[in-house]
């Protein structure tokens, strides 16, 4: 099983951005263990940030075909997004959008999520493990 991991704009900078939402671990933390989970659970991960919308559209695009599934953490592009929904629609890659926090607690504008409509599950406010459950939930998914 192969899965692409996705962080959108600022993710990169966990730890520094708004630690009391976001928490003091940062991104190389993350990676590390999105990357022994997937190591103690024989799934092939592929991992990937991007503050640039066209560029994660070219990786969903990119993943047609050689890609199981797919998690996304869109990070604002949740909110403005409609490219990101139309690649992950037109891929059809099974695809679990993740949040640390939870967007439905947060500002008003946080609460709508493009993406959503084309992702077969949604994990909000579980911090960073709810990428490991994003990854748990398609493999489960993946092997019905």
Do not use: W
């Not at 659970?41 to 890609?67: C, F, M, P, R």
């Not at 599934?69 to 099974?94: E, Q």
């Amino acid at each position: 099983m192969k899965l692409l991991v996705m962080n959108g704009p600022n993710l990169n900078m966990l730890g520094i951005r708004e630690p009391s939402i976001y928490g003091k671990e940062d991104y190389n933390y993350l990676c590390e263990m999105i990357k022994n989970h997937c190591k103690e659970n024989d799934i092939e991960v592929e991992l990937y940030q991007s503050n640039h919308e066209g560029d994660l559209v070219d990786k969903i695009q990119a993943a047609y075909g050689n890609t199981d599934g797919i998690v996304i953490n869109p990070g604002a592009y949740t909110h403005t997004s409609v490219a990101l929904l139309d690649a992950v629609k037109t891929v059809a890659i099974p695809t679990v959008e993740v949040h640390i926090s939870d967007p439905d607690t947060r500002e008003e504008f946080r609460k709508t999520s493009y993406i959503r409509l084309g992702c077969v599950n949604t994990i909000k406010g579980h911090g960073l493990k709810g990428y490991v459950e994003a990854i748990d939930f398609l493999k489960e998914y993946l092997s019905k």
